[in-house]
């Protein structure tokens, strides 16, 4: 794309099918000047782009020297490395206002001792019982003498691989006892810590909000499906595929708790700033329905993957001035809107992903017939081949297919259909938002909601 004077100069950092639904979100309604930072190759930002440099994104010096030489008016931060390494504090210093929080704020995401430690401090709803250990003899003697389940996970980043859950991932005490000791021994997630937590059981669910400092405004509930496997077996993975409803529910989330879990957030953003710590960007709660109400899972300092592709399709106000009012901090004159429509999003993924993904695996794309549908697609982690419609796959997913249509099902059909028009030994999982799923989900609400009362 060209550059043209007089046009909004963004920059988005990120290379992923989330990033590319971003920019595409930005570059929908006004014609928009976009610099792109991702380390690997992104066909679809790369046509969205009038610069498009493949710096790491945690090369903050880089970075900052692309900003300034393209005259950057506004940054997106896609994704929580960057905010690790404090890109928009520096960001700040050379005068560019970015949509992501402070270093010391994005600590709700790159630490989950900070995130726990907050809610426990400020006695704010959704909380979890929670042991934080960095010995190892403390933490066996704990699970040792442990009543029930925990899950464990690593305090800092790990790209959502790191959680593992007794009772699902480890046959016996001893073997999350061993993966304990890994993570405190290895430093997995970059520190010597590891959190301990009881063991929820539920139904999970993604709320995402705009946060301009002090206004909230959520976008429709989302869910993902995080394990690699069909009927939720496997490891962790990044994300596998997601779904949204028109009315921005979801089968197993009512009103109500959709309400307390905007609460939390708002809760979550009020303790920051009352600890002093500004928060200009996406805050992203991951919430488990129990049958003792919902609990917060995790908080995310930026847009989830895939879930950022199921809302900002949606999205019908104009995502610059969304931005703009982020940073600007007059979110509350802004009129969101989103199409009361229903999305579901299946990542095509290489082989084996999750386990020993097949790298370099060519993936064929008829993109005008899957256009022809109405079904989006957004590029994640791809290389090019010589061929213009082939893409080989790298070790992370491939490519974010989203169908919108009035219902779930019709949705959901419309992403099947476009898997015909993707060929190549690539995996993704067909369950995903099935109707014999979803009514699942909402049975296990029903027995839930009936024990309690
Ligand atoms: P996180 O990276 O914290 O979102 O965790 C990844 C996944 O691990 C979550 O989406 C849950 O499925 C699972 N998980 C995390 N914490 C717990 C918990 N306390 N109880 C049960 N499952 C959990
Ligand atoms: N979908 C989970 C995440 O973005 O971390």
């Given at each position: 794309?060209?550059?043209?004077?007089?046009?909004?100069?963004?920059?988005?950092?990120?290379?992923?099918?989330?990033?590319?639904?971003?920019?595409?979100?930005?570059?929908?309604?006004?014609?928009?000047?976009?610099?792109?930072?991702?380390?690997?190759?992104?066909?679809?930002?790369?046509?969205?782009?009038?610069?498009?440099?493949?710096?790491?994104?945690?090369?903050?010096?880089?970075?900052?020297?692309?900003?300034?030489?393209?005259?950057?008016?506004?940054?997106?931060?896609?994704?929580?490395?960057?905010?690790?390494?404090?890109?928009?504090?520096?960001?700040?210093?050379?005068?560019?206002?970015?949509?992501?929080?402070?270093?010391?704020?994005?600590?709700?995401?790159?630490?989950?001792?900070?995130?726990?430690?907050?809610?426990?401090?400020?006695?704010?709803?959704g909380q979890v019982e929670y042991h934080h250990f960095t010995d190892v003899n403390s933490l066996r003697k704990f699970l040792l003498s442990a009543s029930h389940d925990y899950a464990l996970k690593p305090v800092?980043?790990?790209?959502?691989?790191?959680?593992?859950?007794?009772?699902?991932?480890?046959?016996?005490?001893?073997?999350?006892?061993?993966?304990?000791?890994?993570?405190?021994?290895?430093?997995?997630?970059?520190?010597?810590?590891?959190?301990?937590?009881?063991?929820?059981?539920?139904?999970?669910?993604?709320?995402?909000?705009?946060?301009?400092?002090?206004?909230?405004?959520?976008?429709?509930?989302?869910?993902?499906?995080?394990?690699?496997?069909?009927?939720?077996?496997?490891?962790?993975?990044?994300?596998?595929?997601?779904?949204?409803e028109p009315d921005g529910l979801l089968p197993f989330v009512t009103r109500k708790e959709s309400d307390d879990a905007l609460e939390i957030l708002r809760l979550v953003l009020l303790a920051l700033r009352t600890e002093g710590m500004r928060y200009e960007g996406i805050l992203y709660g991951q919430f488990m329905v129990t049958d003792r109400g919902i609990r917060l899972i995790e908080m995310n300092a930026r847009f989830g993957d895939p879930e950022a592709v199921n809302v900002l399709p949606l999205l019908e106000s104009d995502f610059v001035d969304v931005c703009r009012a982020i940073v600007g901090g007059t979110l509350r004159n802004i009129d969101l809107r989103f199409a009361r429509k229903a999305t579901v999003c299946k990542y095509v993924t290489p082989p084996d992903y999750g386990i020993e993904p097949k790298v370099g695996v060519p993936i064929k794309l008829d993109i005008p017939k899957i256009q022809s549908l109405g079904v989006r697609l957004f590029f994640a982690k791809v290389d090019q081949d010589q061929k213009e419609d082939v893409f080989l796959t790298t070790s992370s997913r491939s490519i974010a297919l989203v169908g919108i249509g009035d219902s779930v099902e019709e949705a959901e059909a419309l992403v099947e259909q476009a898997t015909s028009y993707v060929s190549g030994n690539y995996y993704i999982r067909h369950d995903i938002a099935k109707k014999e799923m979803l009514q699942r989900k909402a049975l296990r609400k029903e027995i839930a909601v009936a024990a309690y009362r």
């Open positions: 794309m060209v550059a043209k004077k007089g046009h909004p100069r963004i920059l988005l950092v990120g290379g992923g099918a989330r990033e590319h639904a971003i920019g595409e979100a930005l570059c929908r309604r006004q014609k928009v000047n976009l610099s792109v930072v991702s380390h690997n190759y992104n066909p679809g930002l790369a046509r969205l782009a009038c610069q498009f440099e493949r710096y790491k994104e945690t090369d903050v010096e880089s970075i900052i020297r692309f900003a300034q030489h393209h005259r950057v008016n506004l940054a997106v931060i896609g994704l929580e490395d960057s905010l690790d390494v404090g890109l928009p504090d520096a960001l700040a210093d050379i005068g560019i206002p970015t949509v992501g929080p402070c270093r010391d704020a994005a600590r709700v995401e790159t630490s989950k001792l900070f995130a726990r430690d907050l809610m426990r401090r400020h006695d704010i709803p800092g980043l790990t790209a959502g691989k790191g959680v593992k859950v007794m009772g699902e991932h480890f046959g016996s005490v001893e073997g999350a006892i061993a993966y304990g000791e890994k993570v405190i021994q290895e430093e997995i997630g970059g520190t010597s810590g590891l959190i301990v937590e009881e063991r929820l059981i539920g139904e999970e669910f993604t709320l995402q909000a705009f946060i301009d400092g002090e206004t909230v405004l959520p976008m429709p509930l989302v869910q993902d499906f995080k394990r690699a496997l069909e009927g939720d077996m496997g490891p962790n993975t990044g994300g596998m595929g997601s779904y949204s």
